[in-house]
């Protein structure tokens, strides 16, 4: 009988990889390793159901995925909408719920209508451009950040924000307001354009089995 490989599945470290860890738990799928805080490994081993997990930046997950260095991946609509990569998007798991917003100081509700050549801070320049270009066809300028992108409307350096919106607790304690909703957010499963024909059976499975769980 031929061996089976491992599956290997790609999380993006942090808060959705907990919530993805705890989907997997349910459907019989667990990895006693990754509960331990203090580890550094990075590469986590299920013998008995041949699946292997590794952790990630989010980011890095749709790459992982499209090269097919991972079968599987769970990664936010945000990062999959971002990188563009050449993967399929299977299931909407339902937890990491948000929304990405065009967000600034209520003055900039007026720049924003009247369609002013403003700057928008974001760490999603992708999803600022589809916005803006693409659906507004409105003419702005992108700047990239990597972080704490409210601070850009309050320190000058832009008018308004594009980013992921999920309490709101950020933008009120710095004094700024959604002012266009872009879409609504969420964690997703994702997989490889050739592992879906080579592992049919056992991801189609795979997916079924999460899907019950929602
Ligand atoms: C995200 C996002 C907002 C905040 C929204 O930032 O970029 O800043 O969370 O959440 P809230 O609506 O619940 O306040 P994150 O914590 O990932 O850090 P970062 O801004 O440094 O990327």
């Known amino acids: 009988m031929k061996e089976e490989r491992y599956l290997t599945v790609a999380l993006g470290k942090g808060r959705l990889a907990k919530k993805a860890m705890e989907s997997f738990e ?11 805080k203090d580890t550094r490994k990075l590469i986590f081993v299920n013998e008995e159901k041949k699946i292997r997990f590794f952790l990630a930046k989010g980011p890095d997950v749709p790459t992982y995925v499209e090269y097919g260095a ?26 990491g719920k948000c929304k990405m917003c065009i967000c600034g100081p209520e003055s ?19 999803i600022a451009r589809m916005h803006f270009y693409d659906k507004k066809q409105q003419t702005v300028e992108i700047i990239k950040l990597n972080g704490s992108i409210e601070l850009a409307p309050i320190v000058g350096l832009s ?54 769980t929602l």
């Open 108 to 126: 900039a509700r007026e720049l924003l209508k009247h369609g002013e050549l403003i700057r928008v801070a974001t760490k999603y320049p992708r």
């Open 159 to 212: 008018e308004v924000i594009c980013d992921i919106v999920e309490t709101g607790s950020t933008l009120r304690e710095n004094g700024l307001v959604v002012l266009e909703e872009v879409c609504p957010l969420s964690a997703r499963v994702v997989v490889n354009q050739v592992s879906m024909k080579m592992e049919h059976d056992r991801i189609t499975k795979l997916i079924t089995d999460l899907k019950e």
């Open 70 to 95: 991972a079968d599987i991946g769970i990664v936010g609509e945000d990062t999959i909408l971002e990188e563009g990569r050449n993967i399929h998007e299977v299931l909407d798991l339902g937890f």
């Open 26 to 36: 349910a459907i019989g799928i667990s990895c006693e390793e990754m509960k331990d």
